[in-house]
């Protein structure tokens, strides 16, 4: 499958109007990873706004060393950024860039919703993964390579769905071009990545938490029955856990890093 270079590049300029579109785009039709690509392009000199789209990975990386099946008809991206960011906040990128995707792809129409930490979720399934990448010196983020995968018309497992089966049951055609949908998904990245830098995290986090569909789930963490009342500024799951003493009720507060436990999947927000 062919990637319309310029068909991206009019649906850019269509929202920076005059201006010069922040970002440098490397478009390729196979490669290992995006992510990989990029960090080689950043050694070559690329600087922040460097993007590689691949229209497939033979070696996709998914979160928590998995692998991402990446065959043609899927968006397989990776954008280069150098936040001003502490190395322990680095999770917030990936906050951030989720919040801003999901949110660019409602405002398209889409009803698109957060699972935590990163997936991207729609009618209950998963639409899209994000893997954030970092370069550390004397505990400051230097670079960051921010790789978004998101199914578009490629096949998907069980537990998956892709926005070409989602549209042909909405009567939508928004996103009946691949180009269009990246154009999307870039601008989301950079809006994301905009408000956890100009607004700050509290802000990023209340319209994170807006967007995520597991507030309120129950789950079991060491045979302990925990609710879903937030995520803290690192990322991790904050749980509020009902326990009995000896006379009453105590609800301690707990938090769980990412890769810890796994939250099922279930509808968006309305
Ligand atoms: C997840 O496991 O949910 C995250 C998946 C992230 C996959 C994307 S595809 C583009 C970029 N390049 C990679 O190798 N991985 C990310």
Known sequence: MEFNRQLLVDSLQAEYKHQNLPFSLHIFDNVSSTNQTLWQLIDQGEKPGCVVIATQQTAGRGQW??????????????????????????????????????????????????????DLILDGRKLGGILTETKVNQGQITQAVIGVGINWANQVPETGINLQLWQNSHNSQMFHHLEILTSQVLLGIKSGIECLQVEGINILLSRYLDLLTNMGDQVYVNNFLGTVVGVTQEGNLRLRITTYDSKAAVTPEISVSPGTISLGYRQTPV
């Not at 998995?66 to 502490?86: C, D």
């Open 65 to 118: 060393g998995r692998q991402w099946q990446s065959p043609t008809g899927g968006l397989y991206l990776s954008m280069a950024i150098a936040p001003k960011l502490e190395a322990t906040s680095s999770y917030q990128l990936t906050l951030a860039t989720a919040w801003g995707i999901t949110a660019q792809l409602r405002k398209c129409g889409i009803p698109v919703g957060i699972k935590w930490p990163n």
